[in-house]
């Protein structure tokens, strides 16, 4: 006589798609479009950072940077021994006829912040007349926070530059 050992491959099929079920219904229900604004901005920023890096290590004529006022907005600039022009991000939210990147349609908070990048990519809290002065140290770090409720940082590693 045989007895049964186990379970059915029906069975452990149902009981997999049944717990499938709850476990999208119930991640679907904690992650808000909010969290998921933050983050994304928080990314987006990030990742226009390491395009001012990208582009002082690529032409070495300037510094390049990204400053904050504090007022939920940022802005992307070169700057030479002659002059500092705000720059174009490519891709970045602009309103009509600005430079300046805002964030006031996430309702987001942004600290006042400024990074230069100079050509070997280092990070720097400022320029003079397109020198780099005051070399990002580790206590500087969080360089950039985004707030909603909770808050995003964003964190440069001193000489080498990561962003992270």
Known sequence: MRRPAGFTI?????????MSIMAATLLGRSITSTDLDLSSATDKLRNQLRYAQS?????TDAVWGIQSDGSSQYWLFRATPTATEDVVIPGADYASGSTRVSFANLGADLNG???????????????TSGVPNNPVAAVDNPIVRVSKGEERQITITPETGLIR
Not at 10 to 18: A, F, H, S, T
């Open 113 to 127: 912040f400024t990074v230069v990048f100079d050509w070997l990519g280092r990070p720097f809290k400022g320029q």
């Open 55 to 59: 582009q002082a290590m690529k032409r």
């Open 10 to 18: 029906v069975e452990m099929i149902v009981v997999l798609l049944l």
